[in-house]
C-alpha cells in the first residue's frame, strides 16, 4: 500500500518560511518524480515544485527564488523549504509521486498571515 504523508505545515507571517516534508512508503521511491502543489482556497490545484529521479528541479515563475525542492532517497523524503512566504501562498499543499502512477498526500495547510 503506498502512502504519501505531508508535515510541516502551519501558520507564519508575512515573509516568513517553512519547511514541508513528504514521507513515501510501500513504493520504489527512487525511481519517481516527486512534485509539490498548491490549492489555495477556491482554485485548482497546481504544480508548485518538480525533482525528477535523477535530481533536477524544476519551478513555477511563482516559486523560482523562494523555494527550494529537495530529495533523499535512503530516507524516502522529499521536502519544500519555502522562504519569503506570501498571503497568495496560504492553501493546501500536497505531495505527489508520479511514475506508472499517480500518488496524492493528505495534503498540508499552510496560513500566512495578511
Known amino acids: 500500500q503506498v502512502q504519501l504523508v505531508e508535515s510541516g505545515g502551519g501558520l507564519v507571517e508575512i515573509g516568513g518560511s517553512l519547511k514541508l516534508s513528504c514521507v513515501a512508503s510501500g513504493l520504489a521511491f527512487r525511481i519517481y518524480t516527486m512534485n509539490w502543489y498548491h490549492q489555495a482556497p477556491g482554485k485548482q490545484r497546481e504544480l508548485v515544485a518538480q525533482i525528477t529521479d535523477g535530481g533536477t528541479a524544476i519551478y513555477t515563475d511563482n516559486a523560482k527564488g523562494r523555494f527550494t525542492i529537495s530529495r533523499d532517497n535512503a530516507k524516502n523524503t522529499v521536502t519544500l523549504q519555502m522562504n519569503n512566504l506570501q498571503p497568495d501562498d496560504t492553501g493546501v499543499y500536497y505531495c505527489?509521486?508520479?511514475?506508472?502512477?499517480?500518488?496524492w498526500g493528505p495534503g498540508t495547510q499552510v496560513t500566512v498571515a495578511a
Open positions: 505527489n509521486a508520479d511514475r506508472f502512477a499517480d500518488y
